[in-house]
């Protein structure tokens, strides 16, 4: 038996905040035990931004619904369709009066507060309204230019569309 054999690895923390009583953000979850402790906390949809991880091979049999949406934290403007798929799937969840969403890349503070800004915009939300409500609630939260052009480019892709 080697010195690592009687180690026991501890589940990286969650770190997430709740922006309204319904949407969350925040960091990545990393572990089942992790998505079993979101699962208790009313989570019911995961939105997961992060390249790195693909959330849906732990959150089988949990109960929670994960759409892996990768993208890179890497400062390029990010396409309308990317944002779109998080917006469908949320806007989706939502029409279920329980579910709650928790959106995500690896720390919390690019990819997944630009998915949970594009949400809240497509459904009605003034742009500096939303990053200010999210902001207030997560405030590591940062909203870079080229992201911000992104959701501005995402929703002026819905408004030709009539959407």
């Known amino acids: 038996m080697d010195d690592w054999d009687s180690v026991e690895l501890a589940d990286p923390p969650l770190d997430y905040n709740w922006v309204t009583d319904r949407l969350a953000v925040g960091a990545g979850i990393w572990t089942r035990r992790n998505v079993e402790l979101l699962a208790r906390d009313g989570i019911t949809h ?3 931004m992060q390249a790195e991880f693909d959330d849906s091979l732990i959150a089988d049999g949990t109960g929670i619904r994960v ?3 990768p993208c890179d934290d890497d400062f390029q403007e990010k396409p309308p369709h990317l944002l ?3 917006v469908e ?3 989706a969840a939502l029409r279920d009066p329980r ?3 928790y959106f995500h890349c690896s720390a919390g503070v690019h990819r997944g507060p630009m998915m949970l800004l594009a ?3 497509a459904g009605g939300m003034d742009l500096v309204q939303a990053m200010e409500l999210i902001r207030q609630s997560r405030p590591e939260a940062d909203f870079p230019d080229v992201y911000r052009r992104s959701v501005i480019r995402f929703l002026e892709t819905l408004k030709a569309e009539g959407l």
Do not use: H
């Open 84 to 86: 779109r798929r998080g």
């Open 99 to 101: 579910a709650r969403v």
């Open 119 to 121: 949400c809240l915009a």
């Open 46 to 48: 995961v939105v997961d």
């Open 89 to 91: 799937f949320s806007a």
């Open 67 to 69: 759409l892996w949406n």
